[in-house]
């Protein structure tokens, strides 16, 4: 890293070696190295553990042009990596992938427009196989601080207005109960419901016109 400072140049023998001075290179956020690296890495071929660290190292970056065009060079690739019709079309190298991503890679994922999957419940689907993997002695049960936790933080990036209203109405009877008003993802459940049936109304307006 000290050298390409001297010389303009980023001499690495192997990609182990390039991540570990990009890492190395966004920790102290010295800049010229960290353009440097970002331009080797556009220009190799992509693979799913080459993707997540990326994403992970360039997490807390300096958000200039290079890591930003890094960045979505990395997600397109994860999102095309897990675009599928259902989750169950995975084979278990793909499902051992998915769950072991880190928050950060997931979180980008989720919110990126290049996910294709068939229908949005397959989103929240694919972020309850995650936090199965990664709450530990996590239950479906609503109580479950840390699970809550997780899908609240992550549930904000499910689109549910796209959602279908008897999906949406299965979600909110499987997060109710005696305590539903203090569950997290309710109020992002409601608030698409009444924006579906704000639509129908809008729709059956038109019709009766």
């Known amino acids: 890293m000290i050298k390409s ?33 970002c331009k ?12 997540v660290q990326i994403l992970d190292a360039c997490e807390k970056s300096p958000q200039s042009e290079e ?29 051992r992938e998915w769950q072991t991503l880190s928050p950060h890679a ?14 949005e419940e ?12 990664n709450c530990k002695n996590c239950c479906d049960g609503v109580d479950n601080n840390e699970r809550n936790r997780l899908l609240w933080e992550f549930g904000q990036f499910i689109r549910w ?12 009877k499987k997060f109710g109960g005696t305590r539903a008003e203090q569950h997290p993802l309710r109020p992002l459940i409601v608030e698409a419901l009444l924006y579906r049936a704000s639509g129908i109304e809008e729709d059956s307006g038109k019709a009766v016109e």
């Open 5 to 37: 400072l001297y010389c303009g140049q980023l001499k690495v023998n192997t990609n182990a070696e390039l991540m570990a001075v990009l890492r190395l290179a966004n920790r102290f956020e010295v800049r010229p190295c960290l353009k440097l690296c």
């Open 40 to 51: 080797r890495l556009q220009k190799l071929t992509m693979t799913f553990e080459m993707s």
């Open 67 to 95: 890591v930003k065009e890094l960045v979505a060079l990395a997600s397109s690739f994860l999102c095309s990596h897990f675009q599928c019709t259902h989750t169950s079309s995975w084979d278990s190298v793909k499902i």
């Open 106 to 119: 997931l979180r980008l994922i989720l919110a990126s427009d290049c996910l294709y999957i068939s229908y």
């Open 122 to 133: 397959m989103a929240f689907e694919m972020l309850e196989m995650w936090i199965s993997a």
């Open 161 to 172: 207005p796209l959602m279908e209203c008897f999906c949406l109405n299965r979600y909110l």
